[in-house]
């Protein structure tokens, strides 16, 4: 059974830094990983996708990686802003499973000014 | 843009009330999913459907019934609330299940049962 984790479950960095998040699945056949953003009493946002046949995808201040046969993915935030604030969640989905997504747990990101 | 929205951002009911939970989709998505979501135990999928009529169980489907009866729409039936099903309901929708695909999900239903 697919379980995915993230780590770590809160962190809080001050304004300007770098800073990465981490997400860890055990069955590495994945069709895609997602990296979501939700803020406090909101829905989520999808951020990016990337499928399993790609290592990268990058938005803006983004960059998410993925290295399927480790199991793991990170998301890079460059040059963190206070408006980054946010729990950010991973999901995956897998093979024949209807587009059904996996999530982790989440990570608890406060950027302070 | 995709927007999916929710009935209800609130919703306070008591024990053994039955509680619908509507959502509704604009983009044509064959795909559309509940999930609820709880501290410590992330989000979890508690049915999905890929098509009018059509509907799978998710991972947590007891307690819970679905209805999809248009394309556009997917509710969620409490038939007889309990105070374990307080939480946040979020539905979601897809084009279609593969690999380029991605989520839209609402804004979610804070439901509280009594």
């Known amino acids: 059974k697919q379980e995915v984790t993230q780590i770590p479950a809160a962190l809080s960095v001050p304004e300007g830094e770098n800073l990465v998040l981490n997400c860890s699945f055990t069955d590495s056949a994945i069709y895609n990983l997602q990296w979501f953003r939700q803020d406090p009493g909101k829905g989520l946002t999808s951020l990016l996708l990337?499928?399993?046949?790609?290592r990268e995808q990058t938005s803006g201040r983004l960059n998410a990686s993925l290295d399927k046969s480790s199991g793991r993915s990170t998301l890079y935030i460059a040059a963190s802003q206070p408006g980054d604030s946010a729990t950010y969640l991973c999901a995956v989905s897998q093979h024949n499973q209807g587009g059904k997504l996996i999530f982790g747990q989440g990570t608890e990101l406060s950027v302070k000014p | 843009d995709v927007k999916v929205t929710q009935s209800s951002r609130y919703l306070v009911k008591r024990t053994g009330e039955k509680v619908f939970l509507e959502c509704v989709q604009d983009?044509?998505?064959?795909?559309m999913f509940w999930y609820r979501q709880d501290p410590g135990l992330g989000l979890r999928l508690i049915y999905f459907?890929?098509?009018?009529?059509?509907?799978e169980k998710g991972d947590i489907p007891e307690g819970y019934s679905v209805s999809r009866e248009k394309k556009e729409r997917f509710s969620l039936i409490l038939e007889s609330a309990s105070t374990n099903q307080t939480s946040m309901y979020l539905c979601a929708s897809s084009f279609e299940a593969g690999v380029k695909d991605t989520q839209y999900f609402g804004p979610g239903t804070r439901l509280t049962v009594l």
């Open positions: 459907s890929y098509d009018v009529k059509m509907k």
């Open positions: 990337i499928q399993s046949s790609q």
């Open positions: 983009m044509d998505h064959e795909n």
